[in-house]
């Protein structure tokens, strides 16, 4: 009577459980909720969760937070253009908060464009944008954005800035708040 070898059985099963648990933690990684909402001006703002990218830069040290107006990620996209939030900064490895002022060494920098022409319209070059708002980066600027968790391949935050249009100079006050999550293959995230 031949009896299954239970080594191997079990040390089959162990490679399943393994590669399982593996495969669960690349997958909370790539699906893991992220958010981003503003109040603009005293609008407020939101962003979903495919609307949202984070992109660390290790070689530039440096990181990008994208957001597109929330509904616009999904295809076919709806009629219109949707507003956009930029924020780039030095690469945080721990929760800090880093100013838009010039005169710090640790400056970040955001732009809001409302209604941001689509580069897949066939009018593109045509259409302009409503307006592009960026930071100041003066010395006597008091945005800022605040990281307050840096862990693995999530960063959350909040922020408080003015910006200015580039042509009318009008100004628009904006606060908010972001959780998101680097969903780069091969990326080891920010600490």
Known sequence: ??????????????????????????????????????????TPWESDNAGINVIPVPMGGTVTITATSKGFSVYPPPKGFADSFSIVCPMPKKPERMTTAR??????????????????????????????????????????????????????????????EETTKQKIAVTGKFVGVDRQVGSKGFN
Do not use: W
């Open 1 to 42: 009577m031949n009896l299954p070898n239970t080594n191997t059985s079990v040390s089959a099963l162990c490679a399943l459980i393994t590669t399982a648990i593996a495969t669960l933690g690349l997958a909370t990684d790539v699906h893991a909720q992220q958010s981003f909402s503003a109040i603009v001006d005293g």
């Open 103 to 164: 005169s710090s060494s640790e400056v970040c920098r955001m732009s809001f464009t409302k209604a941001a022409r689509n580069i897949m319209s066939p009018d593109y070059a045509k259409t302009k944008n409503d307006g592009e708002f960026v930071t100041s980066r003066s010395a006597n600027d008091k945005g800022y954005v605040n990281f307050t968790k840096v862990s693995g391949k999530t960063i959350e935050g909040e922020f408080s800035v003015e910006l200015t």
